[in-house]
């Protein structure tokens, strides 16, 4: 199917969308040509630090309107990923307070102390302490189950790149050398799965589009959908080699798009 033909976009947002407080130069209108036309756009992060009240005031201040159906994020992946296990572990979250309350409003139950926990889950830990890597480090050298949110190293930001859950598994790793058995967030497909599950769309008709190809792309690509790889981001056109993973399209970013949808439908 051609870029016009799509139904579901599944986007992407730092970098993508926006970076940190600025939303890109034809965002807006991109969002508002989708719907005119019938179809939607779902927006999916890896960043598991906030939840989806955060990120539609957010997405309000840059002036979009949104609700939380617009939204899947990887701690949802995550939820969704650990009722799957059906054990019954009590995790150590190695994560935020609102990562923690979207955990039990799901009925995931959370330890409030190292001693009663039989797992490790990691996340976007933008509240991180030491006390939380010794209590890490304890439970995984003693065996405890290990999972994550997602893989990301880095989260992109006004000033560059900040420290991710990525970065947090590479140093536990150093100390324990052990990695997460469970990852629930991009590159695996389960978010975009639950996507097209939830808004009824085949394959063919949706397309994910983002600002990295080890994350954003590889989960179209292994979700079998198109992707539109955006330079807006961190990524660059080298990474397709470097990764191995090729994106349906490559556009400087989501004007381009924009006007590639446009041109296609007559707009």
């Known amino acids: 199917m051609s870029l016009a033909e ?7 947002m730092d970098g993508t969308i926006y970076l940190s407080d600025r ?8 969002l508002s040509l989708v719907k005119a036309r019938g179809g939607r756009c779902v927006f999916l992060t890896n960043n598991s630090s906030r939840g989806t009240e955060a990120y539609i005031e957010k997405m309000a201040r840059l002036g979009v309107a949104t609700g939380p159906e617009d939204y899947l994020t990887s701690a949802d992946a995550a939820i969704r990923g650990l009722r799957r296990r059906g054990d019954g572990l009590r995790w150590y979250v190695c994560g935020t307070e609102s990562l923690k309350g979207q955990l039990r409003a799901a009925g995931i139950p959370v330890a409030e102390t190292r001693e009663e926990a039989g797992g490790v889950l990691l996340g976007y830990d933008t509240e991180l302490s030491y006390r939380k890597l010794e209590d890490c480090r304890i439970l995984l050298s003693g065996g405890a189950a290990y999972a994550a949110t997602h893989p990301d190293p880095v989260c992109p930001t006004w000033y560059g790149s900040a420290p991710d ?4 598994i590479e140093l536990l790793f150093t100390c324990t050398g052990r990695r ?6 991009k590159p695996r497909p389960d978010m975009a799965y639950m996507a097209m599950e939830k808004f009824g769309r085949t394959a063919a008709e949706t ?7 080890y994350t954003d792309i590889a989960c179209g690509v292994n979700a079998g959908i198109d992707t539109i790889f955006v330079l807006s981001g961190e990524g660059t056109e080298a990474d397709v080699e ?3 993973v090729v994106p349906t399209w490559i556009y400087p970013d989501v004007a381009a798009v924009l006007r590639e949808l446009s041109k296609e439908r007559g707009t």
């Open 180 to 185: 997460p058995e469970a990852i629930f967030g």
């Open 207 to 213: 397309c994910l589009m983002g600002d990295r190809v």
């Open 242 to 244: 470097k990764y191995g």
């Open 6 to 12: 799509k139904k579901l976009f599944l986007l992407d």
């Open 165 to 168: 859950c990525g970065s947090v």
């Open 23 to 30: 939303l890109f130069e034809g965002a807006a209108e991109f």
